[in-house]
């Protein structure tokens, strides 16, 4: 199966384009976006050398469905989807921070809490929590974006001190934020699962605050089945999930966390091609929809970049 891994397109208007740990953005005349879903897939602020199958697909259809039932909430930046990999949208300028909300103590933040922090961005956290235990109400946890290497736990207060985002902005973006993840824990639990937690990115257009880049996809997001979801915190099992937190542990397993010294294991061709079936495994939950996959017959990044430049002349007309 094949999978893209990098685009080097050339659109009318192009004045840039920026290459992420996943997306490959182009700007088109600092008016529109062109944002391509590859199949890279990255891990603890690294991409793995090997790309997944279908991902991309995956998680432009994921976000594209999410932005389009949130739209009543905020306004976000999506125009079309031009190909199955690639949405074009409204450029925003970003803001530097992501706004990360969580309903459930795990991953990082129980890694956090189990070596003994209770406070988390300046949210204090009750003593006496299990691994994968609710907290009382969701908690937000912002980070920093960084282009390169980690991004950084910071608090509200930090984030309006440091002038990051006006307290105005921020305020209208935190409460975005407990909306749209109640829409997306709602939507989730009508197809059994859970949705755990996620980010958030928004920028800003026209002194108007917009939801940016993907949301409630398996890259930015974290669901648990919610079937046996009670049974197995009582028992202090693993949940199941789907998530790119298996990955996560793969490498844990295989000595790898990106610290110092530490190689990148082997990729092999059946271990990306279980990845691929996990994040289709997941669309098809979260969407309640088949996945349809693309035909695999002809070039990837031709077929992407056709469609796009089709779409873009049709709005000259």
Same mark, same amino acid.
């Not at 390169?148 to 921020?170: A, F």
């Given at each position: 199966?094949?999978?893209?891994?990098?685009?080097? $397109?050339?659109?009318?208007?192009?004045? *840039?384009?920026?290459?992420?740990?996943? =997306?490959?953005?182009?700007?088109?005349?600092?008016?529109?976006?062109?944002?391509?879903?590859?199949?890279?897939?990255?891990? $603890?602020?690294?991409?793995?050398?090997?790309?997944?199958?279908?991902?991309?697909?995956?998680?432009?259809?994921?976000?594209?469905?999410?932005?389009?039932?949130?739209? +009543?909430?905020?306004?976000?930046?999506?125009?079309?989807?031009?190909?199955?990999?690639?949405?074009?949208?409204?450029?925003?300028?970003? $803001?530097?921070?992501?706004?990360?909300? =969580?309903?459930?103590?795990?991953?990082?933040?129980?890694?956090?809490?189990?070596?003994?922090?209770?406070?988390?961005?300046?949210?204090?956290?009750? !003593?006496?929590?299990? /691994?994968? /235990?609710?907290?009382? &109400?969701?908690?937000?946890?912002?980070?920093?974006?960084?282009?390169?290497?980690? +991004?950084? !736990?910071? *608090?509200?207060? &930090?984030?309006?001190?440091?002038?990051?985002? *006006?307290?105005?902005? #921020?305020?209208?973006?935190?409460? #975005?934020?407990?909306?749209?993840?109640?829409?997306?824990?709602?939507?989730?639990?009508?197809?059994?699962?859970?949705?755990? +937690?996620?980010?958030?990115? $928004?920028?800003?257009?026209?002194?108007?605050?917009?939801?940016?880049?993907?949301?409630?996809?398996? +890259?930015? @997001?974290?669901?648990?089945?919610? !079937?046996? #979801?009670? %049974?197995?915190?009582?028992?202090? /099992?693993?949940?199941?999930?789907?998530?790119?937190?298996?990955?996560?542990?793969?490498?844990? &397993?295989?000595?790898?966390?990106?610290?110092?010294?530490?190689?990148?294991?082997?990729?092999?061709?059946? #271990?990306?091609?279980?990845? *691929?079936?996990?994040?289709?495994?997941?669309?098809?939950?979260?969407?309640?929809?088949?996945?349809?996959?693309? %035909?695999?017959?002809?070039?990837?990044? @031709?077929?992407? &970049? =056709?469609?796009?430049?089709?779409?873009?002349?049709?709005?000259?007309?």
């Amino acid at each position: 199966m094949k999978a893209l891994t990098k685009t080097d $397109f050339h659109f009318d208007g192009q004045k *840039s384009v920026y290459h992420g740990k996943v =997306r490959d953005v182009y700007n088109l005349d600092d008016d529109l976006i062109v944002m391509v879903a590859t199949d890279r897939i990255s891990a $603890f602020d690294v991409v793995l050398p090997k790309g997944i199958p279908f991902k991309g697909q995956v998680l432009n259809q994921i976000a594209a469905d999410f932005l389009d039932q949130t739209t +009543d909430i905020c306004p976000n930046w999506k125009l079309a989807t031009p190909d199955p990999m690639a949405t074009v949208g409204l450029r925003c300028e970003g $803001f530097r921070v992501e706004i990360i909300i =969580r309903s459930i103590l795990t991953g990082s933040a129980w890694r956090a809490y189990k070596a003994g922090k209770r406070e988390l961005c300046g949210v204090p956290l009750p !003593d006496g929590m299990k /691994e994968n /235990e609710r907290f009382p &109400e969701p908690i937000i946890t912002p980070t920093t974006k960084a282009d390169e290497g980690h +991004d950084m !736990d910071i *608090s509200r207060e &930090e984030i309006i001190t440091q002038g990051l985002v *006006s307290e105005e902005d #921020y305020n209208v973006m935190e409460d #975005y934020t407990r909306r749209i993840f109640q829409r997306g824990q709602e939507i989730a639990a009508k197809r059994g699962l859970i949705l755990v +937690d996620t980010k958030y990115e $928004f920028g800003k257009r026209d002194g108007k605050v917009y939801l940016i880049d993907e949301i409630h996809t398996p +890259d930015s @997001s974290r669901y648990f089945y919610a !079937d046996g #979801y009670e %049974e197995k915190l009582r028992k202090g /099992e693993p949940q199941r999930q789907l998530s790119k937190e298996f990955v996560r542990q793969w490498l844990i &397993e295989h000595n790898f966390m990106n610290e110092p010294g530490q190689v990148m294991p082997e990729i092999t061709d059946e #271990y990306a091609c279980s990845v *691929s079936d996990r994040y289709i495994e997941l669309y098809e939950h979260i969407t309640g929809k088949t996945f349809v996959r693309t %035909e695999q017959d002809e070039d990837l990044a @031709s077929r992407i &970049e =056709r469609n796009i430049k089709n779409w873009l002349a049709n709005q000259k007309k």
